[in-house]
């Protein structure tokens, strides 16, 4: 450290940068220029060739069908794994185009978390040499999709009750069972699924058109619409020996994957609250009423003003422990921490979004109820809200309370 370093030398220079609303506390400047560039390259992408896309993909229920390659040709896919043609960035970096690409639609941030932090991670934390090779260089370019089936029926919260089983018959992998509420399910190529078998719970590797596999689209969702969720069906599905991940032994292995991909959330909510913020600042400022715009009402300031707090204090939290990511230094009990509160921060602000746009709130002209909706299903997934609250309850207090 500097003599200068806390003696006030570098205080006041008069060079500030002027505030910004967009950016209040200047986390701009906690960036490095690479971490800028990876962010403003998803956001141009974002705004110019998506977001006048989006409701029409949300109101038709579709994922835009050019996005899976355009990812993979922005390197957004495995973005933080190294190796196989995968970026290898930092997780910063991964979280920022998580929260531009959340800052469009949930269902973007969603299709790159299942397939680069749970479908891609799974491969290349529990695969063998040649399953790494076979499909981590297709995924990362968008060529192959994949997809994580770890919910069942019958066990969310608990996957521990999962009923899937896998049992070795001449030599051969027998897969029994059903995945339920399976993201990208229908358009994978390859799906990650995890199953009971007598030494425990084992990862395989399901290639589409296995005989004895079949999907399902879930369909009348009202949240993450331009996204696709799906059942996988296992009956009698038969797999050469090779198919199983041989470094995946028990639950830890599909809840390591669980904390990549919660990772991803915990910037991509960031994403979806700025979407809200930035419309209701923009709406407050140019819709009038008793004769001025509604941004001069102190309520409405005191709506925008707890926005802005909760959307920078997300922020901040975010950045802090993607440097604890990047240095080693990540409890998954703090992953959930940093889910737990920044989705919750982001749906208080898009519904306080809401009530300024009033009616106009309600339609898919503006982002607001859009990501509101979305943003419900980011609450259940990855871990609901409570599963999170006793993860963190247990980390503080040395008391499970699951059960
Ligand atoms: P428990 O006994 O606590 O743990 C079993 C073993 O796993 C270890 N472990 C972890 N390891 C790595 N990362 C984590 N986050 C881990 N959490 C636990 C643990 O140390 C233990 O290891 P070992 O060696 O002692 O065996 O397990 P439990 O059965 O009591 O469950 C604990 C609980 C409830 C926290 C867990 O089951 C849980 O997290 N439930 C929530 C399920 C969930 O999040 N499902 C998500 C499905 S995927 C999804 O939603 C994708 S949506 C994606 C999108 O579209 O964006
Ligand atoms: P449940 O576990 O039945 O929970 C219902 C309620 O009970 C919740 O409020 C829950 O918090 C509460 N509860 C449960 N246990 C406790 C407890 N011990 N204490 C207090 N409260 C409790 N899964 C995958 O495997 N792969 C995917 O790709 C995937 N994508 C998804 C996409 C979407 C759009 C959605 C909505 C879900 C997806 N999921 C996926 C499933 C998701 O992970 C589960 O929905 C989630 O884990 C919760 O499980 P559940 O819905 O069965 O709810």
Redesign the pocket.
Known sequence: MTSTAHSGAHADTGQRRPLNPHDFLNIDFCLSEEERLIRDTVRDYVRRDLLGRIPDAYDNAYLPEDFPRAAGRLGLLGMHLQGYDCPGTSAVAYGLACLELEAGDSGLR?FVS?QGS?AMFAIWRYGSETQKQTWLPAMAVGKAIG?????EPD????PSAMRTTARLEDGQWVLNGS???????SMAAVAVVWAKTPDGVRGFLVPRHTPGFSTRDITH?M??RA?T?SELVFEDCTLPSEAILPEAHGLSAPLSCLTEARFGIIWGAVGAARACYEAALDYASTRTQFGRPIAGFQLTQSKLVEMLTHLNTSLMLALHLGELKDAGQLHPQQVSFGKLHNVQSALDVARSARTILGANGITLEYPVMRHMTNLE?VL????????HT?IVGQAITGLP???
């Not at 259940?380 to 599963?387: K, L, M, V």
């Open positions: 969603s299942v749970l997809c994580f089936g770890l919910t066990a969310g919260s608990d995945k339920m509420w399976i993201t990208n399910g969702k949240s993450l996204s969720t299903s259940t997934y990855e871990g609901t809200g409570e599963i006793l309370a699951f059960h």
